[in-house]
């Protein structure tokens, strides 16, 4: 038996860090592609990441063919890891990766902890923009939270954090917050978004604005924040098309909470620790095919990627990961041959490199376009050379669109220097 | 007396505004939707809208606080606040399995509220 002190070191072959959706899918996968050595490291108390708070239902529609809430999907995953014997280690917070794979990590039963990992996956799911970022004038008081930390005092801790609400920007927290806090007893005043757009699902709009008679309001942004000590108030205005507050347009909302859901940006500190090279558009790391990092055996899926709003999208992604970590530590390597260049609309690719020699059955590669474009086309280039042309009726910001690059592509173009994908009107 | 309701069909991201005609109660003319779906969901929404319920119940002696529960079904949309109401004053005791019914028959829809995580006991900290 090991004694217990202040100084662990361990092997394994496969660390994994995070315990969401994306690191228990790539678990599994891994496993059944042959790792047995597996080891996840989870800072919370719990498997199942952020999906433990999203109480609602609405994920797993592709992967399960059936509504599930976010703790029933999460649960199928843990249930999956128990049955293959994987161990997870919770209260676990990894500090420090090392460009060789050294990881240190902290928890109160084993004090500080070092793992030698023969490849790595990153999970860590992302956080949200605090208000920081924001820049709103007004006083420090009390009653300001991110959507994502009310949701978790509300649905986790069973505290409401306030009667009078007022919500600023439609992302999806934001809406499934102003449905929940409305159940809960509260009055939702108003959702105010800066673009003329929400960047939340249409179902979100529907199921948790109108039903309930909560105002959107499109164009409009937070100028002022009053109160002390704690918020009694908020003044909005209208935009201009430059989003600049329009004056005269002021009008002032009495309310004891105001929530942020201003968007999510992937967690990404670790990856920086260890070298790892990041997309200034995305937040996360760029990575070949293989969903392998620029640094060799460290690989990532899931919301520290890149941030997702489907749940199976990330649970595909994992997969991946699991599967070509596994190859990894079978001693198959990947490099970044192909650059997937990106133009007219489309803002970024993941992966953003091929290697035509790793694409043996149809990779998917996901991307997000910058602005709302309605009947238009996505296409994709090898050389110069239209292979994919997709009607698209509607691509939106809000939504995470694909395609796939075909093994028979790379055959036709078996020279090929440059991919490229873009937005096309015709 | 002829009415006219606008609503938007979620089937997918056009998100498109649909038009009913409304006679006397009595769904007429439906426009705006640019596929067959959105002409169903209209009429749905119209006639009979339900909707999943989701919330969290306190749970006494359990590891977790709080459990996540939601309707077994989908349950008329006029029946949340009641729903509600009643899952509001509810408190549970651990342990609790996924998929367990809490709550029997809720707001008199025939329908269960079950739990949709599973709650061992323990202390949470
Ligand atoms: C509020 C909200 C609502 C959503 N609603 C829907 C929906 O209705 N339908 C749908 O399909 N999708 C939805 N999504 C999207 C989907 O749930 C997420 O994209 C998905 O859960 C992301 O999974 P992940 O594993 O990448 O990240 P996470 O679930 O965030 O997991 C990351 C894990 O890593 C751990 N971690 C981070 N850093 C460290 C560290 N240093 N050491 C140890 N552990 C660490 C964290 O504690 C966490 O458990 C929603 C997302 C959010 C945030
Ligand atoms: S009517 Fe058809 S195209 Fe329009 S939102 Fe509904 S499903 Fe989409």
Same mark, same amino acid.
Not at chain 1, 117 to 135: H, S, T, W, Y
Not at chain 1, 273 to 288: D, F, K, M, R
Not at chain 1, 303 to 308: D, G, M, R, S
């Given at each position: 038996? /090991?004694?217990?002190?202040?100084?662990?070191?361990?092997?394994?072959?496969?660390? =994994?860090?995070?315990?969401?959706?994306?690191?228990?899918?790539?678990?599994?996968?891994?496993?059944?592609?042959?790792?047995?050595? *597996?080891?996840?490291?989870?800072?919370?108390?719990?498997?199942?990441? =952020?999906?433990?708070?999203? &109480?609602?239902?609405?994920?797993?529609?592709?992967?399960?063919?059936? @509504?599930?809430?976010?703790? %029933?999907?999460?649960?199928?995953?843990?249930?999956?890891?128990?049955?293959?014997?994987?161990?997870?280690?919770?209260?676990?917070?990894?500090?420090?990766?090392?460009?060789?794979?050294? *990881?240190?990590?902290?928890?109160?039963?084993?004090? &500080?902890?070092?793992?030698?990992?023969?490849?790595?996956?990153?999970?860590?799911?992302?956080?949200?923009?605090?208000?920081?970022?924001?820049?709103?004038?007004?006083?420090?008081?009390?009653?300001?939270?991110?959507?994502?930390?009310?949701?978790?005092?509300?649905?986790?801790?069973?505290?409401?954090?306030?009667? @009078?609400?007022?919500?600023?920007?439609?992302?999806?927290?934001?809406?499934?917050?102003?449905?929940?806090?409305?159940?809960?007893?509260?009055?939702?005043?108003?959702?105010?978004?800066?673009?003329?757009?929400?960047?939340?699902?249409?179902?979100?709009?529907?199921?948790?604005?109108?039903?309930?008679?909560?105002?959107?309001?499109?164009?409009?942004?937070?100028?002022?924040?009053?109160?002390?000590?704690?918020?009694?108030?908020?003044?909005?205005? %209208?935009?201009? %098309?430059?989003?600049?507050?329009?004056?005269?347009?002021?009008?002032?909302?009495?309310?004891?909470?105001?929530?942020?859901?201003?968007?999510?940006?992937?967690?990404?500190?670790?990856?920086?620790?260890?070298?790892? @090279?990041?997309?200034?558009?995305?937040?996360?790391?760029?990575?070949?095919?293989?969903?392998?990092?620029?640094?060799?055996?460290?690989?990532?899926?899931?919301?520290?990627?890149?941030?997702?709003?489907?749940?199976?999208?990330?649970?595909?992604?994992?997969?991946?990961?699991?599967?070509?970590?596994?190859?990894?530590?079978?001693?198959?390597?990947?490099?970044?041959?192909?650059? =997937? /260049?990106?133009?007219?609309?489309?803002?970024?690719?993941?992966?953003?490199?091929?290697?035509?020699?790793?694409?043996?059955?149809?990779?998917?590669?996901?991307?997000?376009?910058? @602005?709302?474009?309605?009947?238009?086309?996505?296409?994709?280039?090898?050389?110069?050379?239209?292979?994919?042309?997709?009607?698209?009726?509607?691509?939106?910001?809000?939504?995470? %669109?694909?395609?796939?690059?075909?093994?028979?592509?790379?055959?036709?173009?078996?020279?090929?220097?440059?991919?490229?994908?873009?937005?096309?009107?015709? | $007396?002829?009415?006219?309701?606008?609503?938007?069909?979620?089937?997918?991201? $056009?998100?498109?505004?649909?038009?009913?005609?409304?006679?006397?109660?009595?769904?007429?003319?439906?426009?705006?939707?640019?596929?067959?779906?959105?002409?169903?969901?209209?009429?749905?929404?119209?006639?009979?809208?339900?909707?999943?319920?989701?919330?969290?119940?306190?749970?006494?002696?359990?590891?977790?606080? $709080?459990?996540?529960?939601?309707?077994?079904?989908?349950?008329?949309?006029?029946?949340?606040?009641?729903? $509600?109401?009643?899952?509001?004053?509810?408190?549970?005791?651990?342990?609790?399995?996924?998929?367990?019914?809490?709550?029997?028959?809720?707001?008199?829809?025939?329908?269960?509220?079950?739990?949709?995580?599973?709650?061992?006991?323990?202390?949470?900290?």
């Amino acid at each position: 038996m /090991k004694e217990k002190e202040d100084y662990f070191m361990l092997n394994k072959e496969l660390v =994994i860090i995070g315990a969401g959706p994306a690191g228990l899918a790539a678990a599994v996968r891994a496993h059944e592609k042959g790792v047995s050595d *597996i080891l996840i490291l989870e800072r919370d108390d719990a498997p199942g990441g =952020i999906l433990n708070q999203c &109480i609602h239902n609405g994920f797993g529609l592709h992967t399960f063919k059936e @509504e599930l809430t976010g703790p %029933e999907y999460a649960g199928r995953f843990i249930d999956k890891v128990r049955e293959l014997g994987i161990e997870i280690k919770l209260n676990t917070m990894v500090l420090d990766i090392s460009r060789d794979k050294l *990881i240190t990590a902290v928890n109160p039963d084993d004090g &500080i902890l070092e793992i030698r990992a023969g490849a790595v996956i990153l999970a860590m799911g992302c956080r949200e923009r605090p208000r920081g970022a924001l820049n709103i004038p007004g006083s420090r008081c009390a009653g300001i939270f991110t959507a994502g930390t009310a949701q978790r005092l509300v649905n986790i801790d069973g505290y409401m954090p306030g009667k @009078e609400v007022v919500i600023l920007g439609s992302g999806d927290i934001g809406l499934i917050m102003a449905r929940r806090m409305t159940l809960e007893g509260a009055k939702v005043k108003a959702v105010v978004e800066l673009m003329p757009y929400s960047t939340g699902l249409k179902r979100n709009i529907v199921q948790c604005l109108d039903d309930y008679g909560i105002p959107l309001l499109l164009s409009h942004t937070i100028t002022k924040i009053g109160g002390k000590k704690r918020l009694e108030s908020v003044t909005i205005s %209208e935009v201009d %098309e430059s989003r600049r507050p329009i004056a005269g347009t002021e009008q002032t909302i009495d309310c004891d909470t105001l929530l942020l859901s201003v968007g999510l940006l992937p967690e990404n500190e670790l990856s920086r620790i260890c070298g790892v @090279e990041l997309s200034p558009v995305t937040g996360g790391a760029i990575v070949n095919e293989s969903l392998q990092t620029s640094v060799p055996g460290v690989f990532a899926c899931g919301n520290v990627l890149h941030v997702h709003d489907l749940v199976d999208n990330v649970s595909a992604e994992s997969y991946l990961a699991g599967e070509t970590a596994a190859a990894f530590l079978r001693g198959e390597s990947s490099g970044r041959e192909i650059l =997937i /260049k990106t133009s007219g609309g489309v803002r970024y690719t993941v992966p953003a490199y091929v290697s035509p020699s790793h694409v043996t059955q149809p990779l998917e590669v996901r991307f997000r376009v910058g @602005e709302v474009y309605k009947n238009s086309f996505v296409s994709v280039y090898f050389d110069g050379q239209r292979e994919t042309h997709l009607k698209k009726r509607i691509l939106t910001p809000g939504e995470m %669109e694909q395609v796939l690059l075909r093994p028979a592509h790379f055959k036709k173009h078996s020279d090929c220097k440059e991919i490229s994908i873009r937005v096309e009107a015709d | $007396m002829k009415t006219k309701k606008e609503l938007t069909c979620i089937g997918c991201p $056009m998100g498109c505004l649909v038009s009913v005609e409304l006679e006397d109660g009595a769904i007429g003319e439906i426009s705006g939707n640019s596929c067959p779906h959105g002409k169903e969901y209209a009429e749905k929404e119209l006639t009979y809208p339900e909707r999943t319920l989701t919330s969290t119940i306190p749970v006494d002696g359990g590891e977790i606080r $709080m459990v996540p529960v939601k309707t077994a079904l989908d349950i008329p949309k006029d029946k949340i606040f009641e729903a $509600m109401a009643q899952v509001r004053k509810m408190r549970l005791t651990a342990p609790i399995e996924a998929g367990n019914t809490v709550i029997k028959n809720i707001a008199g829809t025939g329908i269960d509220i079950i739990a949709t995580r599973t709650v061992n006991v323990g202390v949470w900290i």
